[in-house]
């Protein structure tokens, strides 16, 4: 199931306030998903960091290194369900 990112809120530290195409928001704290290290390092700047953007392409958030989130990924933290879970949900 893909559900595309349409915008997002960086907020401090590490966290961002996300909206989904079917109008689920919420917030997703990153320090708890990522390990900041090779294409992520460049996140722990907070300066960085506040410029993630959504690419509407690959429906999802990105950074200007190429680092970006599998949005099903973001969808299952937002809602609270495993990923395995969101394959079988009914849409």
């Given amino acids: 199931m893909l559900i595309d990112v349409i915008d997002v809120r960086p907020l401090n530290p590490y966290k961002l306030r996300l909206r989904?195409?079917?109008?689920?928001?919420?917030?997703?704290d990153l320090e708890k998903l990522i390990d900041f290290r090779g294409i992520f390092e460049p996140l722990r700047d907070d300066k960085f960091f506040a410029q993630a953007t959504v690419d509407p392409d690959i429906g999802t958030i990105f950074w200007p290194n190429g680092a970006d989130i599998d949005p099903d990924?973001?969808?299952?933290?937002v809602i609270g369900e495993p990923?395995?879970?969101l394959s079988f949900r009914a849409t």
Avoid at 20 to 28: P, S
């Fill in 20 to 28: 989904f195409e079917d109008g689920v928001t919420g917030v997703v």
């Fill in 83 to 85: 990923i395995s879970d």
């Fill in 73 to 77: 990924v973001l969808y299952a933290l």
